[in-house]
């Protein structure tokens, strides 16, 4: 079945630089996105959001930038702190399939001193 | 903020016994509960969406009797499962919709990690 999924599994980023994570979905149909951050053995947690009929959304230090030409999904993250260090997970919502989240395959970020 | 409660946090369980996880919005009614289980380094899979007072819709490929889900209030949702055997050791999280968009349209547990030995 469609599904979202991810790029890079993993992602290594010096203090202080800047990171971009990626997702691609397949269905056109999706409406809303979500991107999660999830810290070792918590729940996932709300970072920023964005709905279809947007490209871009700013939030404090994040961007979700939506390509629905290529059906592309991306996270940046400024000056990435120790903090940031996580897995990330995008999400999608289909309209049409009420309102139940699909979640990609997440992408780790390691944030070196 | 909306707030979920889910406990246990943890639980090991022998195989072959019963597991209630419970899920509770504690600030708010929730029009639709979903249940999710992750495996270690893998993604979450929706295992089913309740809405309370009628039966859960399962995802494809979860076994309903396996993993019972009680929806009887809107501000709580329990899953149950069944028999379990050391292949269900896994982390379950829950989540709360308020059937809207933002930070808090879906809010998710704390996760409850079972080892079943």
């Known amino acids: 079945g469609e599904s979202v999924g991810l790029h890079l599994p993993t992602l290594s980023v010096q203090e202080g630089d800047n990171s971009i994570i990626n997702c691609a979905y397949s269905?056109?149909?999706?409406?809303?996105f979500i991107w999660y951050k999830q810290e070792s053995g918590k729940g996932p947690q709300f970072i920023i959001d964005?709905?279809?009929?947007?490209d871009k959304r700013q939030g404090q230090r994040v961007t979700v930038l939506l390509n629905k030409t290529v059906k592309h999904l991306s996270l940046q993250i400024a000056a990435t702190q120790p903090g940031d260090s996580a897995v990330y997970f995008c999400?999608?919502?289909?309209?049409?399939?009420?309102?139940?989240?699909?979640f990609g395959g997440g992408t780790r970020v390691l944030v070196k001193p | 903020g909306a707030v979920v409660s889910q406990h246990p946090s943890w639980v090991i369980c022998k195989s072959g016994t019963s597991v209630k996880i419970e899920c509770r919005s504690l600030?708010?009614?929730?029009?639709?509960m979903f249940w999710y289980r992750q495996f270690p380094k893998q993604s979450l899979m929706l295992m089913a969406t309740s809405n309370e007072g009628s039966k859960a819709t399962y995802e494809q490929g979860v076994e309903k009797d396996k993993f019972l889900i009680n929806h009887a209030s809107l501000t709580l949702s329990t899953l149950t499962v069944t028999s379990a055997h050391p292949e269900d050791s896994s982390f379950y999280i829950c989540s709360a919709s308020l059937g809207q968009v933002g930070s808090e349209g879906y809010t998710f547990g704390s996760g409850t990690r079972l080892t079943v030995v």
């Open positions: 999400a999608e919502k289909i309209q049409a399939a009420g309102n139940k989240l699909t």
């Open positions: 269905n056109s149909a999706s409406d809303y």
């Open positions: 600030d708010f009614q929730a029009t639709t």
């Open positions: 964005i709905r279809s009929n947007m």
